[in-house]
């Protein structure tokens, strides 16, 4: 079963960088927008500092991109901030990494 899900990862997913820290590694993922009807995707408020919240992502990855400590993903030049990164296990098989991300992954110009 991971043999089949890793290939349609490689034949069917995105170019994406994965970082961590300030290495990054390529990598192919199914990257796609949340687009549910949750109270958190439905409520739209602006946080400190004039920031309009974009919406989540969903990404699934290899098997290794879970114990990588994710930080940052970037797809089709944008970075995206990864929230969270599980990995899915069957039985004692690691099969994929499932992710949720938000737009915005780059440093802020004050942090710098």
Known sequence: MKDLILKLINDYGTDAIV??????HVTKVFFQLVTSKSWQ????????????PRGQYLFIAPPEVASMSVECLM??????????ADTIRYRNERLFTW??????????????
């Not at 970082?19 to 990054?24: A, F």
């Not at 992710?99 to 004050?110: F, Q």
């Open 19 to 24: 970082t961590t820290g300030t290495i990054g």
């Open 75 to 84: 797809v089709d030049g944008r970075a995206y901030t990864v929230r969270r």
């Open 99 to 112: 992710g949720l991300c938000v737009e915005g992954g780059e440093m802020d110009p004050w942090e710098e």
């Open 41 to 52: 995707n439905m409520e739209r408020m602006v946080e400190t500092g004039g920031v309009i």
